[in-house]
C-alpha cells in the first residue's frame, strides 16, 4: 500500500491508544522491526526506547522467538482450553510457578494485562464469597495504573485515571496516598500511617490491596521504596487482607530483579503478569495465586471461578511465552539490565542541567525524564523521529525502557538524542 493512501485509511478508520478521530496526532508506518530497531515504510530506522510498551525484551525478530511460534503453528495455532489441555501451557505454568514469589501456584491464563487484572479482582472477591465474607471493594495507591477495563480503570489513580468520566459506573474503591519514600529510602512510620488508618478503618470490606510493587508504572513513573511494600505486605497480614501485586510491567528483569516483589523480599496472594511474558510477540497475561486461595474458591460455592476467556491460554503465545523465558534465564540479563542503568545515569545526566527538567531517576533498565510542563505531543513526537529514535513521552515523563540486548553504542545514541530534543522543546 503506497504510504499515503495508509496513512489516509488511517486516520479515516483506525483509533489509536488514547486517540482522537480527528486526524490531528501524527502517525508513522513501520514496514519492518528487527533487533532494537523499527523500518519505517520510508526507509528510515529508529533505534526503539520503548520496547513496545515495555514488551519486546528480546527485541524484534528474535530467531529462537521467531522459530517457537512457526514450530508451534505446524501442530496448532489454538484450541479451546475448556475441556482441553497442552504442552505449551503447561510446561509455561510449571515455569511461572518456579519462578514467582513462593506459594504462587494456581496459574490463570488470559488475553491482557487489563484482563489478569479484573481476573485478580473477581478471585479476591470470590475467596471472601467463599469464606462466607461479602468483600467487594479494593484499597489501592495514588498514581497506581491496573489497566483500562473497568474493575481495573476502579483501581487507577482517581484524579489522572479516567474516574470523572466513568464516575457514575466505576466502584468506589480505597485510595492511599503515593508512597512518599524513593526507592532505597526507608519507610517511616508517618509514611505509612494513612494507608495503615485506612486497612484499620476498612478491612472488614477491603478484598484486597492492589499495588504495583517498587515502580509505578503508567501512572507516573516513580519508583518508591522496597520497606514500604514491605509493610503494606504485614498490613496485609495483620488485618487479614489479600495483596494483589501487578507486575504487568515489572515482571520479568525490568528492574533488575526477575520480579520486583523480590526487592522487597515479598510474596504476594495473587499476582498479575503480562507485558514481556511473550517477549512482546503475542498478547498473553497470566494470574497466579495461591493454592490455599485456588482450593478454598474451589471447594465452595459455587465451587468453580467464574472466568473463561475464548482465547485463554493461546498455544502459540503460551509457546513463545516458554521461549521468551527460556531465552531470559540463559542470558546474562542482571549483567545487561545493570549495563543499561549504568548507561541510562550517564546518558540522562546532562538532562539534569536543562530549565525545563524536574528529575532525572533510573532504576534498572527504566529511565525517566521527568519534566517541568507537559510535552507537546504534535511537536516533540517528530523530533525525536528526525533524530533517529522512537521515543512516546506522555504527560511530563520522557522515559526510556530499552530492550536488554540493547549495546552500549545504541543506548549512547539513544540518551543523546532524549537529552537533544529535551533541550530544544522545554
Ligand atoms: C500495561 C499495564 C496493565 C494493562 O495491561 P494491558 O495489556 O494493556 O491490558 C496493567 N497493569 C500495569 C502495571 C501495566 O503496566
Redesign the pocket.
Known sequence: MENTSLLESDACFLWHPYSAMNGRARVFPVASARGVRLKLANGEELIDGMSS??CAIHGYNHPLLNAAIDSQLQDMSHVMFGGLTHAPAVTLAEQLVKLTPEHLENVFFSD??????EVAMKMAIQYWHAKGQSRQRFLSLCNG?????FG?MSVCDPVTGMHRLFSGILPSQLFAPAPQPGFGEPCREEHIREFRNLMANHAHEIAAVIV?PVVQ??GGMRFYSADYLQQVRSLCDEYEVLLIA?????GFGRTGKLFACEWADISPDIL?L??ALTGGYL?L?ATLTTKAIGHTISNNPPGIFMHGPTFMANPLACAVANASIELLLESPWQQRVEQIAQGLEQGLAPCRKLPGVAEVRVLGAIGVVELKQAVDMNAIQPAFVEAGVWVRPFGKLVYLMPAFIMEEEDLAQLCAAVVKVVAAHT
Open positions: 510498551w515495555w491482557s494485562g487489563s484482563v489478569a487484572v495504573y491496573h489497566g483500562d477495563t481495573a504495583e508504572g503508567a501487578d507486575e504487568i510491567a515489572t498479575c503480562g507485558k498478547t497475561a
